[in-house]
């Protein structure tokens, strides 16, 4: 596809299971980044991939948090015993390069914990 | 699927007349600024950007105002229309962030009446 995906677009979990977000971006883009959106708010950073170097983490919001990317391609986030504060939708994103290119967004996908 | 941004303020606008969204933000050393728009159950579109060399810069229908005395941003969207009614996002990035990470703002919400 032309766009950013991101799978499942929705995802329904019971609190303390484990889940697994999907990201791909878009092909020859090297920078990926993942932000998540809790309702009525504005988008959160939470990690940032550039190339082959160590992530940015510096916005996970705990080490429940964590994410992978596999060269430059689609990247898993994972999030472990969920949590009711976790229901948010969890957008992706990709850019050619890193410095003050534009990041191209995914629908998201919305996590609901209950 | 779900509406983002429920509780956000809101701009209500007629059919063809135009539209400013604002946006305040606090860091000086900002010095990249992007607007997306965001439609209800999908990711924020890239609408224009601008960096901080300037202040102002326009597209179709859209243009930006950046005031960096007063850390201020405009969209001004001329004689709008029913596809514009969506969320729209600021967002920046700081001269010291290294991987483009952006900083979002609240959002706000622009209802166009026929």
């Known amino acids: 596809g032309a766009g950013v995906s991101q799978s499942p677009s929705n995802k329904v979990t019971e609190k303390g299971k484990d889940v697994e977000l999907r990201c791909d971006p878009i092909?020859?883009?090297?920078?990926l980044y993942w932000y998540r959106q809790r309702l009525g708010q504005g988008l959160e950073f939470l990690i940032y991939f550039q190339g082959n170097s160590a992530p940015d983490k510096s916005g996970l919001p705990s080490d429940r948090f964590s994410a992978e990317r596999t060269g430059e391609s689609v990247s898993t986030l994972t999030i472990q015993r969920t949590q009711q504060e976790d229901s948010a939708v969890y957008l992706c994103a990709s850019s050619f390069f890193a410095d003050t290119d534009t990041q191209y967004f995914g629908p998201g996908t919305r996590l609901t914990v209950l | 699927g779900e509406s983002v941004g429920l509780h956000l303020p809101t701009l209500s606008v007629q059919e063809g007349d135009n539209s400013i969204i604002n946006c305040a933000y606090s860091?000086?050393?900002?010095?990249?600024f992007i607007w997306y728009k965001q439609e209800s159950g999908k990711g924020p579109q890239f609408i224009i950007d601008i960096r901080s060399n300037m202040d102002k810069r326009q597209g179709q229908r859209v243009t930006v105002l950046l005031n960096k005395t007063v850390k201020h941003l405009s969209l001004q969207i001329a004689a709008t229309q029913p596809g514009d009614s969506a969320v729209y996002f600021c967002?920046?990035?700081?001269?010291?962030?290294?991987?483009?990470?952006?900083?979002f703002g609240g959002g706000t919400r622009l209802m166009v009446k026929p």
């Open positions: 860091n000086s050393a900002s010095d990249y």
């Open positions: 967002a920046e990035k700081s001269r010291y962030n290294a991987g483009n990470m952006l900083t």
């Open positions: 092909s020859g883009h090297t920078a």
